[in-house]
């Protein structure tokens, strides 16, 4: 997990799962890091519909994943991967998705959970105004969009990014989550000047500023 102190939530799962609590340890996951999963996603698909279909299909995917966590990072990090693996998904499925697997049970605190916290969050999400310098993000590649939310709006660092965009299956081992973690930190800067040099023309920045 880096070497860092996990966080209270963190141990709280850690917790529950070493008991064999699954159930528990997902309901608590879900409620501590839902909001901002499903963030991510309305920023990632830029609809509604689209954001809560695929927030229910990456908690399934937590859900019935959890037995098979291998806590080789935080829950955090592998909690991003399994929902951006989710987007992904759905993005390549033109008939809009195809249930395969077993729904989260109807009723279950963890369903009731997950539709708490999608009615939360875009309560929570219609109340702020979009900004401009938002809208000129919005302009760049998905690719930078994607690596500038989960960089600058949800604090993910370098290793936790790399895991999270990591296309397999596996995690990463040390030797290419440190180049892939490299690679992501010349293509972050990369964006961000892109964005920059944006924001100069809209005159939100003056010329010596260093950050979007």
Known sequence: ????????????????????????????????????????LMAFHRDETMASEVFSEASERIWR??????WQSSFRTWAYAVTRRAALVYQRDTRRRV???????QGS???????????ATLEHLKTEN??????????????????LILRIDKGLAWNELAQVLH??????????LRREA???RKRFQLAKEKLLELARRE?????????P
Do not use: H, N
């Open 130 to 147: 979009k900004t401009r310098a938002a809208a000129l993000r919005e302009t760049l590649p998905r690719e930078d969009q994607e690596l």
């Open 167 to 176: 296309e397999g299956e596996e995690p990463l081992d040390d030797a290419s």
């Open 99 to 105: 249930r395969r697997q077993p729904q989260l049970p």
């Open 203 to 211: 005159g939100l920045v003056r010329a010596r500023d260093a950050e």
């Open 65 to 70: 994943g959890l037995p098979r966590f291998a």
């Open 109 to 119: 605190e963890l369903s009731v959970v997950a539709a708490q916290i999608r009615s």
């Open 1 to 40: 997990m880096g070497g860092s102190e996990p966080s209270e939530l963190e141990r709280e799962i850690r917790q529950r799962f070493d008991v064999g609590d699954l159930a528990g340890a997902a309901t608590i996951a879900l409620r501590g890091y839902g909001p901002e999963l499903f963030g991510f």
């Open 182 to 184: 490299a690679r992501l």
